[in-house]
């Protein structure tokens, strides 16, 4: 399937550093947003993205190698790609708690983590945290991923609204991050995609700033890929760039 993809990303107006991480190649897109002390996010992050890289791509090599043997379809299939980002992300999540554990100035370093592999017409996900996956289709834009945050899950039960979830005290309460744990629980997804469809990740310094809507008409509004990811960012940062913004757009 044919695509055009843009990834960038910007410190925001007040962090002394940018502590997310992205990956756009080869039809897979990260993106993951460290937490921890004084570098520690940034470590965990960048540990995190290169660690799952590694295994994903390793295990797709060694498979094509099998594949070459037996001249079968060199294409995965859905139980085999879940296996794959499953076993990916598990392989990042040793790595960044080994990191943390070993080294006292990495102690409580976590990050999230949204991946997206996109193979044919299936869009798969791999999601820890409050980083996201939204599909653009026409005039719907629909957020596919769930924050694993206190307000996230309150949002959800119907408890709080929508507005709510932009000034809740909670709102950065984080329950589920890759590395703090020696286990971890993702949560895996497949979508069919269209032609036309616009999908886009983001580290929560983008939602945060701007509301679905306000990202929806930004992404209405721009014909290529590059010009929707730097508005998207120019505007959050207008509208307070708190956080450090990271996105990857991808015009299927």
């Known amino acids: 399937m044919c695509m055009e993809y843009f990834a960038d990303t910007d410190i925001g107006k007040y962090r002394e550093k940018n502590e997310d991480y992205l990956y756009a190649e080869n039809n897979l897109f990260i993106v993951a947003d460290g937490m921890g002390g004084h570098m520690a996010g940034e470590v965990a992050s960048r540990i995190a993205v290169k660690a799952f890289i590694e295994n994903f791509n390793s295990s797709l090599k060694d498979r094509s190698k099998k594949i070459s043997a037996s001249k079968k379809t060199d294409n995965l299939g859905s139980s085999q790609v879940k296996k794959l980002l499953l076993k990916s992300i598990k392989s990042a999540n040793r790595e960044v708690y080994g990191k943390a554990i070993l080294q006292p100035g990495y102690y409580g370093m976590g990050t999230t983590f949204t991946g997206c592999y996109i193979q044919q017409d299936k869009a798969y996900t791999i ?26 899950e309150l949002f959800r039960r119907g408890e709080i609204s929508y507005e709510q979830t932009f000034n809740h005290p909670q709102r950065n ?53 590059k010009d929707i990811a730097k508005n998207l960012i120019k505007d959050a940062i207008k509208k307070g760039g708190l956080d450090n913004i990271t996105v990857i757009v991808v015009k299927i």
């Open 127 to 152: 999601h820890v945290g409050d980083s996201r996956f939204y599909i653009k289709r026409g005039s719907e834009f629909n957020l596919l991923t769930s924050d694993h945050t206190i307000v996230g």
């Open 173 to 225: 309460y984080l329950t589920n991050v890759l590395g703090v744990a020696r286990d971890i629980d993702p949560d895996f997804n497949s979508y069919k995609v269209l032609p036309e469809d616009i999908l886009l990740l983001c580290s929560d310094g983008l939602n945060s700033m701007l509301k679905d809507k306000d990202i929806a008409n930004i992404i209405d509004k721009y014909k290529d890929a």
